[in-house]
């Protein structure tokens, strides 16, 4: 998990679109990106080794860079709590 650069920001960002204050175009923002990389049949098939993500990344990382200014340092520090958490408990067992 230590090796994945944006996984911090992309566990502020759940936090921002699981919240109840979060308006919903701001959701929709959050979400739908998610949706389409979670979907094997976009563009390019997610089957395909090598490239089937490579459709993916773009998507999400528009959107990611679009809905980072409603990212709080509340989500900020939630994340990185949930993360030394985490990895504290990988470590221990």
Request: hydrophobic share 50%; with cysteine.
């Amino acid at each position: 998990m230590r090796q994945v650069p944006f996984l911090e920001d992309a566990i502020a960002r759940h936090y921002c679109a699981t919240d109840a204050a979060t308006r919903v175009p701001v959701k929709a923002l959050l979400f739908g990106p998610l949706a389409y990389f979670i979907v094997p049949t976009d563009m390019i098939p997610d089957f395909i080794a090598g490239l089937g993500f490579a459709d993916d990344a773009p998507v999400l990382l528009a959107a990611l860079s679009m809905a980072g200014r409603h990212i709080t340092a509340v989500y900020r520090r939630k994340a990185k709590t949930f993360l030394g958490e985490t990895l504290r408990d990988a470590e221990d067992g």
